[in-house]
């Protein structure tokens, strides 16, 4: 039974056999945090909860001992006397806020919170809900805390529900997926940061006294920062040390924030982001929030990556891709029939398997200036149509694929002339554009049943077997004309539920169709369109040695089967960096491969090499997109290395990249650290024993070029050692 209650001391403890997550029931009135780790089986209270009045805190009463101003709440308010950030802020009627909700008892099922939200799946075989009820009396809010536990992963999923079962509207104006109480303040934090076309920087920084915040206010969740957030102590490593990391299952506007208070006691908080939220609670109604995901690690970061790694293939809808060459950077806007026929049997050629027509393909889209919204083909660049295209990549055994940004509309599009009051927008505002398109107002039945009918037709009429769902600006005026004043708040989060329903109905109509998510790169990457889409288009980088640092940052909380990189022409496009062919090939390897090079500028050699490592990523496929992918260099090391295994350890890949070459010829030694001590395993014709292998390492020689990767299989011997 993976919750025990003990109901003379009110401890609940949330456990499987690696961790324990325990709260006490204080006083039958709030759950307090008490501790979240490994599984400690028989955990008995302990006394360390102060008690009795203390300076600048509320008054403890003869029956409740305890003053909330110091508590740990496992979910707290502001008003009645919790200072911290609240992970919660409800309105009644007189525009007051809410107590702090009180204990009412507790239910635990073997299903999942409900809701329309993107959500881990599990069987009632291997799932544990622990639900809190918590309720206030005077406006009948019902409050539910959900917890739920998987049986073989260091994770729990947290939620909150709310019912209200009174007579009067409330207002949310915040509500948070989680809040965690830490007992100490010995942390450093650990946060994926960026921009376009530079995704996913790790960052570590030294928690203090006060509150570090990071939030999207953008309707969307990156890239600046990702809605995410770990807690590690001062010495983890990759390998080795605690870490404790959240993450939001939700592409919208998110804010996670870690407070340390006067006791040096730290409060870890993520969810919807309060200030661009507020909710009107009707009488009878229910609000669920995102959940969130809390790992626990004692074996470094890439255990923590692991957990999350394995936690999303229960999410996602993984598959191998076919290897694809994209258009976009040889063609830009000027695509064609005849440019097309010939990719295609160019692709056939190098044995490609699938050919992906990107931006440019509709009418009047010559430039970003062009028509969005209407995704009529152009008849003056395909004459026939894309069917016969299609049908010629089909019987070439290759398939076909079709970019769209399904999201947008420009003023020039037919469906902007027929439906202006079908974007975001402010009453009486001019409106606001960015790459000069504007954003559908996604929270429209009417605007999602358009684009469902409209897509669905589009992948239908032409047989294709790909989508690539771009989205090319952040929103602004978050606002309509439907909805009254009192609920204009609700439209960002109406947004992202309108984004979800419409992806899962596509699902529904076009149940074989790969969906590639994309944001002008990884810029909507996070663990809620992980849940509709097959993979990500990483990052408008195409430089293999930036994007192995973007992939990198990506690999702390997704598993590499769902990157897309691919091989592009040098000097680059974006940051003007020559790479070695070799060093772009082995980095498209790892995940989903692809191409966007101009296959007619090929040389002979070019071709032998692409063909070559075609050939390589075929056999090795499921290693490279299934594999456990462990990083072996640390978060600032220049350098960046890479183990991926098996699951029974028998085979793996080392990938390293290297920089700038160097005059000093320093050989360095690269332990393996996950591979099996008691195997031998072949690599470069010569054997080596796993534990070798993880102790001692690879031998790894400066480079003779600048970023150069180099690419290792390692296999095990299976003749006996001599
Ligand atoms: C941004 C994407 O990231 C690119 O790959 C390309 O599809 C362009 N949009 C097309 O406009």
């Not at 994770?155 to 709310?162: D, H, P, V």
């Not at 050629?349 to 430039?367: A, H, K, P, Q, Y």
């Not at 079709?402 to 974007?423: A, C, G, R, Y």
């Not at 592009?568 to 060093?583: D, M, W, Y």
């Amino acid at each position: 039974m993976p919750v025990e209650f003990n109901r003379d001391t009110g401890i609940i403890n949330l456990h499987n056999e690696k961790i324990s997550y325990i709260i006490q029931i204080l006083g039958n009135r709030y759950p307090v945090h008490r501790y979240f780790g490994k599984y400690i089986p028989n955990y008995s209270n302990l006394d360390d909860l102060p008690k009795g009045n203390h300076a600048f805190a509320v008054d403890t009463t003869e029956d409740f001992p305890f003053s909330i101003t110091s508590l740990p709440l496992e979910y707290s308010t502001i008003g009645d006397g919790d200072y911290h950030q609240p992970a919660y802020l409800i309105k009644d009627e007189q525009n007051h806020w809410l107590p702090t909700l009180k204990y009412c008892g507790l239910s635990i099922t073997d299903k999942l919170p409900h809701g329309n939200l993107p959500q881990s799946i599990g069987d009632s075989s291997e799932v544990t809900t622990l639900v809190l009820h918590l309720a206030d009396d005077v406006t009948k809010l019902q409050m539910d805390l959900n917890y739920t536990i998987f049986e073989n992963l260091s994770l729990i999923i947290r939620s909150t529900t709310l019912h209200n079962l009174g007579k009067s509207a409330l207002t949310i104006d915040a509500l948070d997926s989680l809040q965690l109480n830490l007992s100490d303040d010995n942390f450093i934090s650990f946060t994926l940061n960026g921009t376009h076309a530079h995704e996913a920087n790790p960052m570590t920084s030294q928690i203090d006294s006060g509150i570090q915040l990071q939030h999207s206010f953008r309707g969307t969740s990156g890239p600046q920062h990702q809605p995410f957030i770990a807690l590690s102590r001062p010495e983890t490593s990759q390998f080795n040390g605690e870490v404790i990391g959240t993450a939001l299952i939700w592409s919208g506007n998110f804010e996670d924030s870690i407070e340390v208070d006067q006791y040096q006691k730290t409060r870890l908080k993520i969810g919807l982001e309060p200030t661009t939220f507020s909710w009107q609670l009707k009488p009878q109604t229910d609000f669920q929030t995102p959940e969130a995901i809390l790992t626990w690690s004692n074996h470094g970061y890439n255990e923590m990556s692991q957990i999350f790694h394995q936690f999303s293939t229960q999410t996602k809808l993984s598959k191998p891709s076919p290897i694809a060459i994209n258009t976009w950077e040889s063609m830009f806007f000027n695509v064609s029939d005849s440019k097309l026929s010939k990719l295609i049997n160019k692709a056939a050629s190098l044995d490609i398997e699938m050919v992906v027509l990107d931006d440019g393909w509709f009418t009047n889209r010559n430039s970003e200036q062009g028509q969005l919204g209407d995704w009529q083909v152009d008849s003056n660049k395909f004459p026939n149509g894309l069917l016969p295209l299609v049908e010629r990549a089909h019987q070439r055994k290759l398939k076909f694929g079709l970019w769209i940004e399904p999201e947008m509309v420009t003023t020039n599009s037919n469906l902007f002339q027929e439906h202006p009051d079908w974007v975001l927008k402010y009453a009486n505002r001019p409106l606001v554009t960015a790459r000069h398109q504007l954003v559908l107002d996604l929270s429209r039945e009417v605007v999602r049943e358009h684009l469902l009918k409209t897509i669905t037709n589009l992948v239908k009429s032409n047989q294709l077997d790909y989508l690539k769902w771009d989205m090319n600006r952040h929103l602004t005026q978050v606002g309509n004309t439907q909805l009254p004043a009192t609920e204009q708040g609700e439209i960002y989060h109406h947004y992202v539920l309108g984004l979800y329903d419409l992806l899962n109905k596509l699902r529904q109509s076009c149940p074989n169709l790969i969906i590639e998510n994309c944001f002008a790169g990884g810029g909507r990457l996070d663990f809620g369109m992980a849940s509709y889409t097959n993979q990500t288009w990483l990052s408008d980088l195409t430089d293999s040695y930036d994007r192995t640092k973007i992939a990198n940052g990506f690999s702390y909380l997704f598993p590499q089967a769902i990157f897309s990189n691919h091989v592009s022409a040098v000097p680059n496009g974006q940051n003007h960096r020559s790479t070695p062919l070799e060093s772009r090939l082995q980095l498209a390897s790892i995940g989903q491969m692809g191409f966007e090079l101009d296959l007619e500028k090929l040389s002979v050699e070019q071709k032998d090499s692409i063909k070559k490592q075609i050939e390589t990523y075929k056999n090795w496929r499921k290693l490279f997109l299934y594999g456990s992918f462990y990083r072996l260099t640390e978060i600032n090391d220049l350098n960046i290395a890479w183990l991926i295994t098996s699951s029974d350890k028998k085979t793996a890949i080392f990938f390293y990249s290297y920089g700038l070459t160097s005059s000093v010829r320093k050989i360095q030694n690269m332990p393996l650290h996950y591979l099996k001590d008691n195997i031998n395993y072949s690599v470069n014709n010569r054997i080596y024993s796993g534990l070798q292998l993880n102790q001692i390492g690879l031998a790894i020689s400066p480079s003779k070029q600048d970023f150069e990767t180099s690419l290792i299989f390692i296999t095990e011997n299976s003749h006996p050692s001599n």
